[in-house]
């Protein structure tokens, strides 16, 4: 199904979304939303409208891939599979297809959805140690994937997986090593939360009504309501100052500040809380403890915000995108959370969660890191149980510096 929307409601952009299920038809698809969140499936839901009832089963497991376009070359695309479907029917609404089912709710997960089998295994299968890179590259090779990971993640001790699936492993390793994962089309990628403002000039800039005059409040990205958080403990977690202590090889106690750490990232103004948090977490070294202060702070921001915009598809958990029109704390660039784009008859409109710990711009001018990039341009293939599946076409690997 595809559809060329001009919206009657002031608050929209222009855009197309297009839905694909293989070998269904999808011309009676309606409403549908998208949710992009850092450390979990991509999720897509939707619904089908006059959904034949003998069809319902064989929709399970099935590939699907949305798209979404909006002008500017911004867009979106989404590949996965039907998780499970909801039909319903309301007696007022008389029959649909010789049925009584009149429509259904398609709940879709990203490619990451084969990742979920429960697993018994050792990290890493030989050897003591490994990193979060070790682990992507064995799981790309294993699920047909390309990836992107930065080259600075940390050494982790021997992990026993147990009864836990291969991307819950995956995401809990990323969070103890201070790094945050997402599974898009067929890419994984993988980024430090705590250094992305540093290098991520924005992709995109939300701008307030009252920067760009009425009229164009029908373009992307044009803020349509913004709540914003700044304080010692929210949603994202206690924000306080952090200390860790440890003895070196010389018996000498040290102790690694987290305030060094914001000192150190050469961007915006950092902001303290005057209180600081004792870690009751061992390290081996004042590189190691730096490590595991860096890890905690990347999930505890001060600044953080919902910002619901005409519709803007583009960013993604891990990108960063501008913020004009408030002229104080809550101007700059903001680290893209969790990304929500939502169609409904003819309207589209997109929902970010934003967080930062620094006032100002935040970047200053270094090098976009490159943690994203043009995805390759998935395709499916017969799987080992004869099922279709989504795989990379190029199997890249994208190896990177974040610090």
Same mark, same amino acid.
């Given at each position: ?5 001009? #919206? ?44 034949? #009832? ?16 909006? %002008? ?25 297809? %010789? ?156 102790? $690694? ?25 061992? $390290? ?98 017969? %799987? ?20």
């Amino acid at each position: 199904m595809s559809l060329v929307n001009t #919206p009657t409601h002031i608050g929209t952009a222009k855009h197309t979304i297009n839905v694909e299920i293989a070998g269904f038809d999808t011309d009676t698809v309606e409403r549908v939303d998208i949710n992009l969140r850092e450390n979990e499936h991509d999720h897509v839901r939707f619904i089908l409208a006059g959904i034949s #009832p003998l069809s319902v089963t064989d929709y399970i497991d099935t590939p699907v891939k949305v798209t979404v376009g909006v %002008g500017y070359n911004n867009g979106f695309t989404f590949c996965g599979y039907i998780n499970s479907i909801q039909p319903s029917h309301k007696v007022s609404s008389g029959r649909a297809n %010789g049925g009584l089912l009149q429509e259904a709710w398609v709940d879709c997960l990203g490619v990451s959805a084969k990742m979920r089998g429960r697993k018994n295994r050792v990290w890493p299968s030989v050897g003591e140690n490994f990193t979060v890179l070790d682990m992507v590259s064995e799981m790309a090779t294993d699920y047909g994937l390309s990836y992107a990971c930065p080259s600075s993640a940390p050494v982790i001790p021997r992990k026993v997986q147990r009864g836990l699936s291969d991307w819950a492993i995956l995401s809990k390793s990323c969070v103890e090593s201070g790094l945050a994962v997402n599974l898009h089309g067929t890419e994984l990628h993988v980024w430090d939360p705590y250094t992305a403002l540093r290098y991520g000039a924005p992709s995109f800039t939300l701008q307030s009504v009252d920067t760009v005059g009425g009229p164009a409040i029908g373009n992307p990205g044009r803020i349509l309501e913004f709540d914003g958080t700044f304080g010692s403990a929210h949603a994202y977690g206690d924000v306080n100052d952090e200390s860790m202590a440890i003895l070196d090889a010389d018996g000498q106690l040290l102790t $690694a500040y987290s305030t060094e750490l914001l000192g150190s990232t050469g961007y915006g103004e950092a902001v303290s809380s005057g209180l600081t948090d004792v870690l009751s977490v061992e $390290a081996l070294s004042m590189a190691d403890a730096r490590r595991k202060l860096a890890a905690s702070r990347a999930y505890s921001d001060a600044f953080v915000a919902k910002v619901s915009t005409t519709g803007v598809a583009g960013p993604v958990p891990g990108s960063v995108v501008d913020v004009e029109g408030f002229s104080g704390n809550f101007d700059g660039a903001w680290l893209v959370r969790e990304m929500n784009m939502k169609f409904n008859d003819g309207n589209f409109v997109s929902e970010f969660g934003l967080s930062r710990s620094t006032t100002g711009k935040s970047y200053t001018g270094l090098e976009q890191l490159r943690a994203y990039r043009t995805p390759d341009d998935p395709k499916m293939v017969a %799987g080992k149980a004869g099922t279709l599946e989504w795989r990379s076409t190029t199997r890249s690997e994208h190896v990177y510096a974040s610090n």
